[in-house]
């Protein structure tokens, strides 16, 4: 069985390698709800590509609130993808550190109450 | 499956978020009495690692990707739904605020999609198989295909009350390409608890997940 510290070791450096990987290997093609909604209005055929100029009309949507990521789309505005690769390196360090540290501060709250 | 703020009113958002925000509520509870601190650095591997995934698009045919969301593999790993709830909605949160991979109003939808459904249905659709089937890896991976097709069928069902889709349209086109979407769902899922089980077996049978 492999030791706890390697075992933690390894799945971090598989994410880090898949996030980075993401970047050079990620499909383009729009997502399953993207595609959906090309197909809902008339610029996709259910089963076939859509044309390449092809794009949802927001003007049609319901939702008019607006948010401007600093990182849309995991690019940094005039960026590179070794710049696209660090940002999704940050992105998966962010998300562990965030869930350890939340885990982490939780258990010691839980402590802090039953004693 | 990242719905985005321009798909929904705020009004319809905000009561998703309320939802939401019982289960996020639920699952911080379940992380202060019910999680061992010992596998608080595992969870955060595994957020790490669907975070990653998540950015992953593979391409499924019909001009369309799709990626692993994770809530069924994260619930049986660690054994709980409320573990799937926990860490996407963190990962959530962190695709959203700084990648606009799914909207801040909405948010609370896609935590229920992802995180609340796809947690349920991962957990307790691979224990209701493996009670029948008795093989974890076949087990894991139905149930990881059907908490991708089922919270899409949910979300198709959002959109329609949001006026985004109409509702039969919409659920025959999500549910094909999340039917598709779901063999990448229920591959990985598979490969991740083969490499766990091999790894550290413990981690699994202490979750429940390997049959006595």
């Known amino acids: 069985m492999i030791p706890n510290r390697t075992f933690l070791a390894v799945g971090i450096v598989l994410a880090l390698v898949i996030g980075i990987a993401a970047v050079f290997f990620a499909s383009g093609d729009p997502d399953g709800l993207d595609s959906t909604a090309l197909v809902v209005q008339g610029q996709k055929e259910l089963t076939q590509p859509a044309k390449p100029d092809a794009e949802i009309d927001e003007s049609a949507l319901p939702g008019k609130f607006e948010y401007s990521a600093p990182f849309p789309d995991y690019t940094l505005e005039g960026g590179t993808k070794v710049t696209d690769a660090a940002l999704l390196v940050v992105?998966?360090?962010i998300a562990l550190?965030?869930?350890f540290a939340l885990g982490k501060g939780l258990k010691a709250f839980g402590r802090t109450r039953s004693s | 499956?990242?719905?985005p703020d321009s798909f929904m009113p705020i009004t319809q958002g905000a009561v998703y978020w309320i939802i939401a925000l019982i289960f996020i509520a639920l699952a911080l509870r379940w992380v202060k009495n019910e999680l061992s601190e010992e596998k608080v650095p595992l969870v955060a591997?595994?957020?790490a690692g669907v975070f990653a995934l998540q950015a992953f698009n593979l391409p499924v045919t019909m001009g369309t990707?799709?990626?692993l969301v994770g809530g069924a593999l994260v619930a049986i790993v660690l054994g709980s739904p409320f573990a799937a709830i926990f860490v996407l909605s963190l990962v959530l949160i962190v695709q959203g605020v700084l990648f606009g991979d799914g909207g801040i109003t909405v948010m609370g939808a896609n935590i229920i999609n992802m995180g609340v459904i796809g947690g349920f249905v991962g957990y307790y659709g691979y224990?209701?198989?493996?009670?029948v089937t008795r093989n974890i890896y076949a087990s894991a991976a139905c149930a990881a295909w059907l908490a991708c097709i089922i919270p899409a069928l949910a979300a198709s069902v959002e959109l329609a009350l949001a006026g985004t889709f109409p509702l039969v349209p919409g659920m025959i086109s999500m549910g094909i390409y999340h039917a598709v979407i779901g063999l990448i769902?229920?591959?990985i899922t598979a490969v991740v608890l083969g490499l766990i089980s091999s790894a550290r077996p413990d981690i699994l049978e202490s979750?429940?997940?390997i049959p006595a």
């Open chain 2, 207 to 209: 979750a429940g997940g």
């Open chain 1, 91 to 93: 992105g998966t360090l």
């Open chain 2, 127 to 131: 224990h209701g198989l493996l009670s």
């Open chain 2, 65 to 67: 990707s799709g990626h």
């Open chain 2, 1 to 3: 499956m990242h719905i």
């Open chain 1, 97 to 99: 550190i965030l869930v």
């Open chain 2, 185 to 187: 769902e229920g591959g």
């Open chain 2, 45 to 47: 591997v595994l957020a």
